[in-house]
């Protein structure tokens, strides 16, 4: 079925219709303050924690949750970003697209990654970034922070911060955005 979902997604021209919010922009913002909580109790600090954004969801929700660690703990953390399109396992099936640049602030040896994304699916692309992190140095431990968790693993990849926990049928897509968590739809633009 993730191989359906490839072949209705852009670039192939597939258009996302919401069908209904499952969060407003107020519960978002909880949940990006909850999630710092639990990032800093976790780490007994901000010590050494550094921030990744996977491209393209996951750089905003990355950047809510560095203002969130900066007013609770008054530390600036450091924010990265990574695409990992030419990490993917899926190269050969489907064009390979990055979107955008990667930039890692510093080594990242010795440190706390929290792999931050919107939305938790299949688990490929956290895979993907998992082998990416590499290029940059061994870090002491690698966690992953997502808005929503929709289920449907293919691979033995578990978040340890998690926004929403959302079960969805394979066919249905998620979108967040600064307003919000919508559920809805992918449609084909070819088939309308």
Known sequence: MAERERRITPPYGGVFVARKRVMDADAVRRAVTRIAHEIIERNAGLEDVVLVGLQTG???LSRALAEALSSIEGVTVPVGTLDVAFYRDDIGLRPVMPEAVTDIPAELSGTHVVLVDDVLFTGRTIRAALDALTDFGRPRTVQLAVMVDRGHR?????????????????DEAVDVHEDGVDLGDMINERAR
């Open 58 to 60: 996951g750089v905003p």
């Open 154 to 170: 293919e691979l033995p990849i578990r978040p340890d911060y998690v926004g929403k926990n959302l079960p969805t049928r394979r």
